[in-house]
T-cell receptor, first 112, second 114 residues
Framework: NAGVTQTPKFQVLKTGQSMTLQCAQD?????MSWYRQDPGMGLRLIHYSVGAGITDQGEVPNGYNVSRSTTEDFPLRLLSAAPSQTSVYFC???????????FGEGSWLTVV | GDSVTQMEGPVTLSEEACLTI???????????LFWYVQYPGEGLQLLLKATKADDKGSNKGFEATYRKETTSFHLEKGSVQVSDSAVYFC?????????????FGAGTRLAVHP
């Protein structure tokens, strides 16, 4: 009963390093997305995808890249980490527009 | 654009007290409304939802009613437990642009003491 799986759960990066947050879902959902959670600001949408091969920017896309080569996977890449990217990252998926959105357990990222 | 405003926390209650967390929204259409809960060290879980005006969502003793006239979706529980200590997020769905994304409030931290 996996649902949405994110790895790693915790990561510390140095400024300028790159890394990829992995996200996989086993529910055959078309829609996937990445949010970041910052204190006092709720969650904000970074990037989203409505199907394999299709991605688009959300509210706060700068500094992040995504791709969607399969239905199941939606990795988030930090190209050159900055302290402002210290946050908790959540991957989410849903069957389609108007359906319930399911979240992963989160990835806590610290950039020093 | 669409937005969600929640009451600021933290909210501190004794066990068995009544809980209300206020949530109001601004939206151009008729969005679905949600409450998500985040327990310490965990991800977000859907607590309840309502998809149209006057709908009442309920789960685990929590309730919220979609009030279009006051653009509100307040979360209520008659008797809280220590295990309800968590951060609660109100959210609405925005399907503009053909994608179902969520607009979140800032979250309200609830601490329940024995």
């Amino acid at each position: 009963n996996a649902g949405v799986t994110q790895t790693p759960k915790f990561q510390v990066l140095k400024t300028g390093q790159s890394m990829t947050l992995q996200c996989a879902q086993d529910m055959n959902h078309e829609y996937m997305s990445w949010y970041r959670q910052d204190p006092g600001m709720g969650l904000r949408l970074i990037h989203y995808s409505v199907g394999a091969g299709i991605t688009d920017q959300g509210e706060v896309p700068n500094g992040y890249n995504v791709s969607r080569s399969t239905t199941e996977d939606f990795p988030l890449r930090l190209l050159s980490a900055a302290p402002s990217q210290t946050s908790v990252y959540f991957c989410a998926s849903s069957q389609g527009s108007g359906n319930t959105i399911y979240f992963g357990e989160g990835s806590w990222l610290t950039v020093v | 654009g669409d937005s969600v405003t929640q009451m600021e926390g933290p909210v501190t209650l004794s066990e068995e007290a009544c809980l209300t967390i206020n949530c109001t929204y601004t939206a151009t259409g008729y969005p679905s409304l949600f409450w998500y809960v985040q327990y310490p060290g965990e991800g977000l879980q859907l607590l309840l939802k309502a998809t149209k005006a006057d709908d009442k969502g309920s789960n685990k003793g929590f309730e919220a009613t979609y009030r279009k006239e006051t653009t509100s979706f307040h979360l209520e529980k008659g008797s809280v437990q220590v295990s309800d200590s968590a951060v609660y997020f109100c959210a609405l769905s925005d399907v503009s642009g053909g994608y179902n994304k969520l607009i979140f409030g800032a979250g309200t931290r609830l601490a329940v003491h024995p």
